[in-house]
T-cell receptor, first 116, second 115 residues
Framework: GAVVSQHPSWVICKSGTSVKIECRSLDFQATTMFWYRQFPKQSLMLMATSNEGSKATYEQGVEKDKFLINHASLTLSTLTVTSAHPEDSSFYIC????????????FGPGTRLTVT | AQKVTQAQTEISVVEKEDVTLDCVYETRDTTYYLFWYKQPPSGELVFLIRRNSFDEQNEISGRYSWNFQKSTSSFNFTITASQVVDSAVYFCASYGSSNTGKLIFGQGTTLQVKP
């Protein structure tokens, strides 16, 4: 089946620094990837839709200048949390859609970000 | 707009009990898909099942079964003879043809199975 990886699986950074999270589709080309954020004991919240070769589409309330998304290739999307603050600490999950599979989304294992 | 409601926030059962997780969806699409995912403590989402709006028959897979009823807009999930390893958060989600690829998740139900 389709596999999506994320790197790193967890990261601790200091307040004010930037952190980059990678999302890769390992065995298929993903024209569309999605980034979610999940706070403890809450559901997944869609942050943005990332389309290869074009600008990401952000959900209402998500700061695009703070959460930079780049989808430079068909197998890689990156999320950069700029000038991170403790309130950005969260579990970030990406998913990728295989065009051959239509609507199906395949989820990465998630990245746990802790900002101190 | 699409919406998924999981009214049960937390459920606690004793091992070997059967448990049903409720899911109610709202959609205006005639073509849509419903999903169940399991999220164990590790955090990784595990895909359990997908149903499309044209396939209303129920399904059984081992100890898992799903009851999809369009008349009540429900897609309930039953675990038979629950086990401790079933302890996790379970999410119901929907995808509609008008949703531009977005999955809409319910709030999740935390299931605790005690030995």
């Amino acid at each position: 089946g389709a596999v999506v990886s994320q790197h790193p699986s967890w990261v601790i950074c200091k307040s004010g620094t930037s952190v980059k999270i990678e999302c890769r589709s390992l065995d298929f080309q993903a024209t569309t990837m999605f980034w979610y954020r999940q706070f403890p004991k809450q559901s997944l919240m869609l942050m943005a839709t990332s389309n290869e070769g074009s600008k990401a589409t952000y959900e209402q309330g998500v700061e695009k200048d703070k959460f930079l998304i780049n989808h430079a290739s068909l197998t890689l999307s990156t999320l950069t949390v700029t000038s991170a603050h403790p309130e950005d600490s969260s579990f970030y999950i990406c998913s990728a859609r295989d065009p051959a599979g239509g609507y199906e989304q395949y989820f990465g294992p998630g990245t746990r970000l802790t900002v101190t | 707009a699409q919406k998924v409601t999981q009214a049960q926030t937390e459920i606690s059962v004793v091992e070997k009990e059967d448990v049903t997780l409720d899911c109610v969806y709202e959609t205006r699409d005639t073509t849509y898909y419903l999903f169940w995912y399991k999220q164990p403590p590790s955090g990784e989402l595990v895909f359990l099942i997908r149903r499309n709006s044209f396939d209303e028959q129920n399904e059984i897979s081992g100890r898992y079964s799903w009851n999809f009823q369009k008349s009540t807009s429900s897609f309930n999930f039953t675990i038979t003879a629950s086990q401790v390893v079933d302890s996790a958060v379970y999410f119901c989600a929907s995808y509609g043809s008008s949703n531009t690829g977005k999955l809409i998740f319910g709030q999740g139900t935390t299931l605790q199975v005690k030995p």
